[in-house]
């Protein structure tokens, strides 16, 4: 089983690369996001790989970070979602956004990926909302705990730090120390400027 591949780009086309491993070529089906971070033909690069065998054949699927390794296995999970459908919708969405999506129970974020229409957007919504936060959401967002249940100010209030630049998971464990010190029926005004609070110290 291939988890990683280390070398050099040779070709870069619309939904894969080509992996120049000790001069053995590895074609990664890849996000249009990984795609971009590839840079060009020649550079040194590290992919993730999510290795697929099946009787006809072996696919290879990378990502350039584990955030979006982890939403693409997740997204497969749902009734409807194939590789090619989980692709699209992390190179038009990042894994912070799809965090915010399935917080928010908002179905119409995935539906903006070409293949995703409103009954698959709910279903990715509604079955993965349970399921996200043993997710990473990208660099710093290791050891985060639960995500707040997709309801109430704290969506809100998460929803409104991640708008002003911060983190999605910075942004939840703020939103979560303020909820705990603040209480039930706190005001979104109120828990947002107490989690800037926290942020800031």
């Not at 992996?19 to 550079?43: E, H, K, W």
């Not at 409807?80 to 974020?109: F, H, N, R, W, Y």
């Not at 070409?114 to 399921?131: F, N």
């Amino acid at each position: 089983m291939i988890a990683k591949l280390s070398g050099r780009l040779d070709i870069s086309g619309a939904n894969d690369c080509i992996i120049d491993v000790g001069g053995v070529g590895y074609l990664v089906f890849c996000s249009g996001r990984t795609l971009a971070n590839l840079g060009d033909a020649g550079n040194a690069v590290t992919l993730l790989i999510e290795t697929h065998v099946r009787e006809d054949h072996i696919h290879l699927y990378g990502f350039a970070e584990a955030a979006e390794r982890d939403w693409f296995k997740l997204l497969l999970s749902v009734q409807g979602v194939g590789a090619k459908v989980a692709l699209a919708i992390l190179s038009t969405l990042a894994p912070g956004e799809l965090t915010q999506a399935v917080l928010a129970q908002d179905k119409s974020m995935p539906t903006r990926a070409p293949g995703v229409g409103p009954k698959l957007g709910g279903r990715i919504v509604s079955e993965l909302k349970d399921k996200v936060g043993n997710l990473a959401l990208g660099p710093g967002a290791s050891d985060t705990t639960a995500l707040p249940p997709a309801q109430g100010p704290a969506v809100d209030a998460i929803s409104a730090l991640v708008n002003l630049g911060y983190r999605p998971a910075e942004a939840q464990r703020a939103v979560q120390t303020a909820a705990a010190t603040l209480g039930e029926g706190v005001e979104l005004q109120s828990l947002i400027r107490d989690s800037l609070r926290h942020l800031a110290s």
